[in-house]
C-alpha cells in the first residue's frame, strides 16, 4: 500500500475554536507589581469570572458573549491572574464562580466554539490557568502550600522558595486514512453506543510528536500507518493538553482494538459516515473540538450529530 497525499490534503487546519484569541498577554508585566496593582484599581478593566471550566455569558444561544465584571465586583481573598491587553483595557482571571444579574453560567465546551476570538481566548487562557491553580496548591518538593506570584502565572513556595509553572501536556489527535479514502474513528470504552472520534493519545517522555502518532494508532487499533502530516494544533484544558492535530495515511486496514482504551474502531467511507450521522447509529465529538474539524476536513464539509460530553 503506497503512501501517498493530494496537494489539497497538505492544507493546514485554520480558524480552530480554541486557537484564536486577540489579547497582547504583555508577558513582560508579569513580574511588575505596581504596573498589575494599578490595571487592577483602573475601572476599565475587566475581569472574567471562571470555575470549574464554565464562565457566566450573555446573549442568544447561537452567539454568546462573556459577561465580564469590574475588579471591582471581585470580592477580597479571591486569586487573580492577569491575562493581558487589548488596546488600553487590561484584562483578568478571578477564581470565581461569581455570575452577574442577568447572566448565566456555561461551560467552555458548550460555548467555546459560538464565542467570538477574544472571548474565546480568555476563556481558553482562564479554564487552563484555573484549572493548574486547583491541581497544585502545594509545593511538589517539601509540600509547603504555595502561593501566586508573577500576576498568576507562578506559584512560589514559602519555604524553599523554589517556582512552580503552568503545565502544557503534548498530545496527538489524528484521522487514518486508508488508500481507498476511509477514515478510522474508533469509540472509548467509556463511552456510551453511537459516539466515534478520531484517535489520540499523549507523547510519551523522550517521544516526538509523529512517532507517538505512529505508536498510538499501532496500540489502540493495531493499524500501521506510513506518512504522517501535521495540520495544527488547538489547547485544550481539560485540564492541560495541547491537542496536535494529524492526518495518517494507513498502510494496514486489518483492525484489532486493544479493548483497554478502545472498544472499537470501525473504517468509514464519506457516505457510510454521512448515512450513519444521519440516522443516529453514530454521534460525532462537538464543533468545538480539532477531532471534529480534522473528520470534517476529510469529509469535505459539515456532518449532522454532535455529543457534548459533561
Do not use: K, N
Request: hydrophobic share 45%; net charge negative.
Amino acid at each position: 500500500m503506497t503512501a501517498t497525499w493530494a496537494p489539497e490534503d497538505r492544507d493546514l487546519l485554520a480558524g480552530l475554536s480554541l486557537s484564536r484569541g486577540t489579547l497582547d498577554r504583555r508577558a513582560d508585566l508579569r513580574g511588575d507589581g505596581g504596573a498589575i496593582a494599578r490595571a487592577w484599581d483602573d475601572p476599565t478593566s475587566r475581569v472574567l469570572a471562571v470555575s470549574d471550566a464554565s464562565a457566566a455569558v450573555r446573549g442568544p444561544a447561537e452567539a454568546p458573549v462573556l459577561a465580564l465584571v469590574s475588579p471591582a465586583d471581585i470580592a477580597d481573598g479571591v486569586e487573580t491572574a492577569f491575562l493581558g491587553v487589548e488596546g488600553e483595557t487590561a484584562f483578568f482571571l478571578a477564581r470565581s464562580d461569581l455570575v452577574p444579574e442577568g447572566a448565566r453560567r456555561a461551560s467552555l465546551r458548550e460555548v467555546g466554539a459560538r464565542l467570538g476570538d477574544r472571548d474565546a481566548g480568555l476563556l481558553v487562557a482562564s479554564v487552563a490557568l484555573d484549572h493548574w491553580h486547583a491541581a497544585h496548591p502545594r509545593c511538589s518538593r517539601c509540600g509547603e502550600a504555595t502561593r501566586m506570584s508573577h500576576a498568576g502565572w507562578v506559584r512560589t513556595c514559602p519555604a524553599d522558595g523554589s517556582e512552580h509553572y503552568p503545565r502544557t501536556d503534548p498530545a496527538v489527535i489524528m484521522l487514518v486514512v486508508d488508500e481507498d479514502g476511509r477514515a478510522l474513528l474508533g469509540r472509548r470504552a467509556e463511552w456510551p453506543g453511537p459516539w466515534f472520534s478520531t484517535l489520540a493519545g499523549f507523547v510519551e517522555p523522550g517521544e516526538s510528536a509523529e512517532a507517538a502518532v505512529r505508536r498510538e494508532i499501532a496500540e489502540e487499533a493495531g493499524v500501521v500507518v506510513g506518512d504522517v502530516l501535521y495540520l495544527g494544533s488547538q489547547p485544550w484544558p481539560f485540564p492541560c493538553s495541547l491537542m496536535l492535530g494529524y492526518h495518517a495515511q494507513a498502510l494496514t486496514t486489518r483492525i484489532q482494538v486493544d479493548e483497554e482504551e478502545i472498544a472499537e474502531a470501525r473504517w468509514f467511507s464519506r457516505d457510510g459516515l454521512r448515512d450513519a450521522c444521519a440516522s443516529g447509529e453514530v454521534a460525532l465529538p462537538p464543533a468545538v473540538s480539532i477531532a471534529r474539524r480534522l473528520i470534517e476536513r476529510w469529509y469535505g464539509e459539515p456532518l449532522a450529530g454532535e455529543w457534548i460530553r459533561p
